[in-house]
């Protein structure tokens, strides 16, 4: 049986690239006020937060700027700002 | 149940029993030990599943029978099924074909070795349930293979065969044959023994491309032009490829069986032969025995009767007319608004080759008009004269009424 | 360390960076299906919005295999998966479809009704973002009542299939409702839907961005202001057994819930609904929850 040239795609991550260019918004976290209630990394549809430290840090090369961490964080801990 | 027939010095025990086409297919996929089977009724398939749900039932066959509410679900399922390693079946004709045939086009582009059977049926409107070859030969365009069967035992040898061609060239196969003529028409036929399928279709091995949860990758992502193309010229060399594996798995079968047909066509006749008419499905039979009436009165007649539609055998036509003063085409289908699809494509294949044989096109038979021994011999008395004439080229419809001659020289 | 952690599996099998909108609600709920479902899973994905999400051969981003298929086929296909897997003797391999709205109650409703009247062993999620929003936001058999779509223009005219209730008229064993507000109620009823072999029906809302016409950051509070004013209703229905869950547990009174219009002022495809019709959708609102009183407890 010869190789198939068959249309597979395989998993990566930035599968159409650094999806932080995408941002005109910027969620940045205030570890002063920030409780570690990971509300942020559960609600993130991109699962871009990374909560392994125990503290949550946002990954900006694929953050898309949605603004929903920022949103649903309970002590406003998370601001969105203007990127550069 | 089959019955054991006489000893043959070259294979020991033959079963020669007698069956329907459909019947003959439902053994043939019994024996190959499908994993899946997923159908919807259509006359004239129906047998076919009848059949292979009784040997379900009876326990004679392990498989999952899927049975859909609707052709597109049938191919849909087959080729689920086949996505994650399993071997498959299913059969359709005529409206049941064009409704599915959009998951039959994800099939092919999806290089999954999914083996159909064909009950070619005329297509509606008006409604019709005998038979023509439009039907199948929608498909010639999507990458399927198409093969066709002239009898009851060429269905059961062909749909054995196709699972090898499929699973070695990673395309799937469809195998046609004609409504009632041979679907419903019981004739003796030679079945193998489990052992000796066994021993010809080897436990399927699960291609690289199938889907498995120790290595997830997916199937059919967007793809930008950049790529598209790629898969459809890969899919193009595996048709090339399957001229020879048609051929190689014919004469591997022929060993076990002792039945050779000769691969991508079956020639009879061709060897000295001045014309020779291409003609696919039962309807050779007859255009054989005219062939032979013919030959006793001195005319040198052939027919090259095509089993194989994709790959189209370009060579084996090339072979043919070489050697010969004119050739005939018989079409029973009709490609509207161009010409009969097997006469265009030996035009295309003798031209491809800068030959210049005249060739003339019958198209004849559609919607099931009665084809006879008699039209054929008309056709090849025909064919002599326009030979004698020096005509070129001219395409005749056999059979028309009366009323719709329009000048044409009705044969 | 957070509890939340403690509950939901860490392992993400959507991979960021793929091609999901900012706040895409449908993307939530998935990353939270497959968390439940775990590597052992095969998904069927017709044509939707996930189909675009994946990213371009040769690049996915979905670590489980994935069979893409035509957009009217996924039941079906599914259906031979689900078979062909324990026909090949593969065990506890997770079949699931996660098709768009018009992919489950219009072009892909026979191929549903179909694979759930044979009761095939196969997760079936319809994640409804209430439009055919991957062409560009048309209506559906699932547009609500009132919403503008490229094709309702001045509002649609009729009013959502009621999927769930359809697979109850099935009989499958499992069907509930999801919403990616309650993450949590996605994962349990997921995880008890593992247990039980048969047809399994998922119903997700997906609040979307660009189609609903609301700022993406606003996602979880508009699929939380769904439930709240019983547009959307969390429930299950186990084996026969119908129960609310969540939120709207607490909502049978009509007091407990909000009125309609918090919902929709959020949204901009609701921008120019009139006066009237707001209170037949609050209508419509009010009768289905006076139906769901008489299916509480309900067996069979």
């Not at chain 2, 999952?64 to 689920?80: D, K, N, P, Q, T």
């Not at chain 2, 061709?270 to 013919?294: Q, W, Y």
């Not at chain 3, 391999?93 to 489950?104: E, H, I, L, S």
Request: hydrophobic content about 40%; some cysteine.
């Amino acid at each position: 049986m010869d190789r198939v040239y068959a249309p597979i795609s395989r998993p990566t991550i930035g599968s159409v690239g650094k999806t932080g260019i995408w941002r005109s918004l910027k969620p940045v976290i205030n570890y002063d006020k920030c409780t570690g209630c990971f509300l942020c990394w559960m609600y993130c549809p991109e699962g871009t937060i990374d909560a392994t430290d125990g503290r949550v840090s946002i990954d900006y090369d694929y953050c898309k700027g949605c603004g929903i961490c920022a949103n649903v964080c309970p002590v406003k801990a998370i601001e969105m700002v203007r990127e550069e | 149940m089959p019955c054991k027939g006489y000893r043959n010095g070259e294979r020991g025990i033959m079963t020669r029993i007698v069956l329907t086409g459909n019947h003959a297919a439902a053994y043939a996929v019994k024996l190959s030990r499908p994993d899946v089977i997923s159908a919807y009724p259509i006359t004239p398939q129906t047998s076919v599943i009848e059949k292979l749900s009784e040997f379900v039932e009876n326990g004679e066959l392990n498989v999952r029978f899927i049975r859909v509410e609707s052709e597109h679900s049938a191919m849909a399922a087959v080729l689920g099924a086949a996505s994650v390693g399993a071997r498959v079946y299913t059969a359709t004709s005529s409206q049941g074909l064009l409704y599915m045939y959009e998951v039959c086009w994800w099939a092919a582009g999806a290089r999954l070795p999914i083996v159909m059977g064909v009950v070619t049926r005329a297509i509606a409107p008006p409604w019709s349930i005998w038979t023509d070859h439009n039907d199948i030969l929608t498909l010639r365009d999507s990458g399927w293979i198409i093969l066709f069967a002239s009898d009851v035992q060429e269905v059961f040898d062909l749909t054995i065969q196709a699972y090898k061609i499929a699973e070695t060239v990673n395309l799937p196969v469809a195998v046609g044959w004609d409504a009632f003529v041979v679907s419903h028409t019981i004739e003796p036929l030679d079945i193998l023994s489990q052992e000796e399928v066994d021993k010809f279709l080897p436990k399927k091995k699960v291609s690289e491309h199938m889907l498995k949860v120790e290595d997830p990758f997916s199937l059919g992502n967007l793809t930008y032009p950049e790529d598209y193309m790629e898969f459809r010229y890969d899919m193009w060399k595996a048709q090339k490829k399957a001229l020879d594996v048609i051929s190689s798995v014919d004469e591997e079968y022929g060993e076990l069986s002792g039945r050779r047909y000769g691969g991508t066509v079956e020639k009879n006749m061709c060897d000295d032969a001045d014309m020779v008419l291409f003609i696919m499905g039962a309807a050779s039979g007859d255009a054989i025995e005219a062939a032979a009436l013919l030959r006793r009165k001195g005319l040198k007649v052939g027919v090259c009767r095509i089993r194989s539609m994709r790959p189209f055998p370009s060579d084996e036509v090339i072979k043919i007319a070489e050697n010969v003063k004119i050739i005939g085409t018989f079409d029973r289908d009709i490609s509207l608004g161009c010409g009969g699809i097997i006469g265009v494509e030996v035009r295309a294949a003798i031209k491809e080759r800068g030959l210049d044989v005249p060739v003339i096109e019958y198209i004849g038979g559609i919607g099931g008009r009665d084809l006879r021994v008699q039209d054929f011999v008309e056709i090849f008395n025909d064919m002599d004269k326009l030979s004698r004439k020096g005509v070129r080229f001219e395409r005749r419809w056999i059979g028309l009424k009366e009323e719709f001659e329009e000048g044409e020289i009705n044969v | 360390m957070s509890r939340i952690l403690k509950i939901i599996p860490y392992e993400e099998y959507i991979l960021r960076g793929n091609a999901a909108c900012p706040g895409c609600g449908a993307e939530l709920t998935l990353r939270y299906v497959l968390k439940a479902l775990g590597p052992k899973t095969i998904m069927v994905i017709p044509a939707c919005c996930t189909s675009v999400i994946a990213g371009p051969y040769p690049r996915t981003a979905f670590n489980v295999p994935v069979l893409h298929i035509a957009f009217a086929a996924s039941a079906a296909a599914a259906s031979g998966i689900a078979e062909a897997v324990e026909q090949l003797g593969k065990k506890n391999v997770n079949v699931v479809v996660w098709a768009g709205d018009g992919g489950t109650v219009d072009i892909g409703l026979q191929a549903l009704s179909g694979a759930a009247e044979r009761n095939h062993n196969l997760f079936y999620i319809c994640y409804d973002n209430e439009a055919y929003m991957n062409t560009g936001i048309q209506k559906s058999g699932s547009t609500p009542y009132g919403a503008w779509t490229t094709t309702t223009p001045t509002g649609n005219k009729g009013f959502k299939k009621d999927l769930p209730t359809i697979m109850k008229a099935h009989g499958v064993p499992y069907i509930a409702t999801l919403n990616p507000a309650f993450p949590n109620d996605i994962l349990a009823k997921i995880n008890k839907a593992k247990k039980i072999r048969g047809f399994k029906y998922f119903h997700a809302l997906s609040p979307c961005p660009p189609g609903w016409r609301f700022d993406s950051s606003m996602t979880i509070e508009v699929a939380r202001m769904a439930v709240l004013t019983g547009m959307w209703i969390l429930y299950e229905w186990d084996r026969g057994i119908f129960r609310l869950t969540g939120p709207s547990r607490g909502l049978l009174n009509k007091e407990k819930r909000k009125h309609v219009i918090e919902y929709l002022k959020l949204q901009g495809r609701f921008r120019h609904i009139s006066k009237e019709d707001i209170e037949i959708l609050q209508e419509y609102i009010d009768n289905k929850w006076e139906e769901i009183k008489s299916l509480i407890g309900r067996s069979k």
